[in-house]
């Protein structure tokens, strides 16, 4: 993989905090979003909280923005994350290769790995979680719940460490996603008796609210840190592999032992 992060950085209005962890040859781009920023605008006047500065289309799926010499430029948004989640977002430069990439998504050929802090202990290290999820859309809200649900949804957990807070054991848990439900992971990790630390949604919120106040650390503990996948591209092979490193409050929250 050719490696320049400087290239795309420098031309592109990047959002808050957002950095540039690789580009290849072909035009894939990987970027770490941090907490708080929108993958993309929902709407106008919503540039400024995202994953970069400038208008989106919805139809296209794509930003389009000026670079530092005036020439506009598009590049085409391939994965999103919710604004409470931190991690890895990708970016192609042309549709094309877009259009190619999310066929890999569809067909499953991308490993994508979350690391989430949860409250409670697994009771085995390695854990294949299989359920039924359903999804609604209300009031332009995503609600996914695990309770009489018709779509299959598999993810992937092994224990990284334990620690734990006052009374209650946390860990700090991987989590392989093998469907792409819509908050499928928070969901499944509250339906194994492991709510997300900092889940507002579908978490413990009085654990949340006590955790908080306790400790002074308050987010959502779920980060996308790892995505790899193999592509073929004008007659070459690549092999794309991004990493974003785990946030400081994961370890901050770990070493809160009372």
């Not at 808050?16 to 970027?31: K, N, P, W």
């Not at 708080?36 to 540039?47: A, I, K, R, Y």
């Not at 509250?190 to 987010?219: C, E, M, W």
């Amino acid at each position: 993989m050719t490696m320049l992060p400087e290239d795309f950085a420098n031309q592109a209005p990047l959002g808050r905090d957002v950095q540039v962890i690789c580009e290849d040859s072909a035009g894939m781009i990987a970027l770490s979003k941090p907490v708080g920023v929108l993958s993309h605008p929902n709407q106008t006047g919503e540039e400024a909280r995202s994953l970069i500065n400038a208008p989106y289309s919805l139809k296209d799926e794509c930003f389009e923005y000026r670079n530092k010499s005036g020439e506009p430029k598009r590049v085409w948004l391939l994965n999103r994350l919710d604004s409470a989640t931190s991690g890895i977002v990708l970016l192609a430069r042309s549709e094309a290769l877009a259009l190619h990439i999310r066929r890999r998504f569809k067909e499953r050929r991308v490993r994508k790995f979350y690391a989430a802090l949860v409250f409670g202990e697994p009771l085995n290290r390695r854990e294949i979680w299989q359920d039924r999820l359903s999804i609604k859309k209300q009031h332009g809200h995503v609600r996914t719940d695990a309770r009489a649900g018709h779509m299959p949804s598999e993810a992937h957990m092994q224990v990284v460490e334990t620690g734990r807070w006052i009374s209650h054991p946390l860990s700090l848990i991987q989590l392989e996603p093998k469907t792409g439900r819509s908050h499928q992971l928070r969901v499944q990790c509250t339906r194994h008796q492991l709510p997300i630390v900092g889940d507002a949604t579908y978490g413990d919120f009085k654990l949340n609210r006590s955790f908080a106040k306790d400790t002074g650390l308050k987010r959502l503990y779920l980060h996308s840190f790892r995505t790899s996948f193999t592509y073929e591209w004008d007659g070459e092979k690549h092999t794309f592999s991004a990493q974003a490193e785990l946030p400081e409050a994961f370890s901050a929250a770990l070493t809160t032992q009372r």
